[in-house]
């Protein structure tokens, strides 16, 4: 395969969503942000976005029908190649959205599954996106059936299709079955490698995608972990041994969370997030300069709540303060601050004054603030490992 060059040129994409009464527009527009974020990453042009406001989604075709005409305008007229959704949607949508607008529909689950797919190096890793896959496909080949069913109408005519899909799913089934086995084997050798490791404290790096976390990891650590400006860099779990001070624990860096994750990537990915599952100590990377951290934070908190991670000792971490800017007021202006016009410092005070869970604000791309990261993680691995062994002191 080296040295062959794809002359081919990517595809465009329109970007659409929808602004319903607890989604308003402004919120929207994030999301499609993100979204746009996501097509570039698997590799499409964010060639236009289409937000239409409705009060719930149309059950047939998503969006309203006027709006799907106009998208169809605009898709013929700038050779548009698919159309993606920043929601889940059902089979039958997607179907009767590709028949309206003659061209591939994707949606929001889909999406992420492909990137996952693209991203997936290690053989682990991509068996485990593949299980995913599988199980995504899985009820929408019933759609496909129930579908067909209803398009052929008759009992004689029903035969053939009817054993293609049962064929399908068959085959589908078999291959669930057989990743399954596969993870399961893999398991077996991470928990005996898990446990090789001794006594050393766990420290697991968690966070939302694109935060910073395994640039924070190569700092730490000095290694050097994959890191880059698109999202999902990170897929395995990478382990390392880091010592501060003379304290030696141990440091993971894992894949990142996502608002709307799908959840046969986090059934699939169990024994990845067993890592941030078996840690003694968080560290919950936080990107102070993204207009939405603190959405971001909370998915990530819901995320852990779902794996049964979130009752741990928790460092929130706020990283990028090198880019974070704000709006400044007008000295004039008396109505009241939102969050656009704090300084940095007076959000650290407001975020300090508001959770007492200990935080520390740093630029892991700058180095600004590490020293004191540092101390904050010696006492913080210091503290745990002291009450798991207390008559044990071979470390210091
Ligand atoms: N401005 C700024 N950029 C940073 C900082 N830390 C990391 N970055 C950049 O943010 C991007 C993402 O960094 P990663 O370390 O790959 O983020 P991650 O959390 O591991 O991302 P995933 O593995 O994709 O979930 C990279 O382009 C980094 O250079 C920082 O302190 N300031
Ligand atoms: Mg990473």
Request: glycine share 4%; proline share 3%; hydrophobic share 40%.
């Amino acid at each position: 395969m080296g040295g062959y060059v794809h002359s081919v040129d990517p595809e465009k994409a329109v970007l659409i969503g929808i602004s319903t009464d607890d989604q308003p527009l402004t919120l929207v527009e994030d999301y499609l942000d993100e979204l746009a974020f996501l097509i570039e990453t698997a590799g499409a042009i964010p060639a236009k976005r289409f937000i239409q406001r409705l009060h719930a989604p149309n059950s047939r075709t998503y969006i309203g029908s006027g709006k799907l005409e106009e998208i169809k305008q605009y898709v013929t007229e700038h050779q548009i190649n698919l159309v993606v959704f920043d929601d889940e949607l059902s089979p039958s949508q997607i179907r009767n959205i590709e028949k309206e607008l003659g061209i591939r529909a994707l949606d929001r689950t889909n999406l992420i599954l492909d990137i996952f797919a693209h991203r997936a190096k290690t053989a682990y890793a991509k068996t485990q996106v593949e299980l995913a896959q599988y199980e995504y496909l899985l009820p929408r080949l019933a759609g496909i059936w129930t579908h067909l069913e209803r398009q052929r109408g008759g009992i004689g005519l029903r035969g053939p299709g009817e054993t293609e899909i049962e064929t399908d799913r068959r085959i589908i089934r078999t291959k669930i079955a057989l990743l399954k086995e596969q993870l399961e084997k893999i398991d077996k050798q991470m928990i005996t490698q898990r446990k090789n490791r001794g006594k050393l404290v766990r420290v697991a790096l968690v966070g939302y995608t694109n935060v910073g976390k395994s640039t924070l990891m190569n700092l730490l650590s000095k290694s050097s972990v994959f890191a880059e400006n698109k999202l999902f860099a990170t897929l395995d779990a990478t382990v390392r041994k880091v010592v501060v001070g003379n304290l030696p624990f141990l440091l993971s860096d894992t894949v990142g969370f996502i608002r709307k994750l799908p959840h046969h990537l986090v059934e699939s990915f169990k024994s990845t997030l067993d890592e941030v599952r078996e840690a003694d100590l968080l560290i919950h990377v936080v990107d102070i300069s993204h207009p939405g951290f603190e959405e971001q934070l909370a998915v990530v908190n819901q995320t852990l709540t779902e794996i049964k991670a979130a009752d741990k000792h928790t460092l929130v971490v706020f990283n990028k303060t090198d880019a974070y800017s704000f709006v400044k007021m007008d000295a004039d202006d008396l109505s009241p601050k939102t969050r656009e016009n704090l300084t940095l410092d007076e959000l650290k005070n407001t975020w300090m004054a508001k959770h007492n869970a200990p935080s520390i604000f740093i630029s892991a791309l700058k180095k600004h603030n590490i020293d004191e990261l540092r101390t904050i993680l010696y006492e913080k691995v210091r503290e745990i490992h002291i009450t798991r062994y207390p008559y044990d002191n071979f470390l210091y």
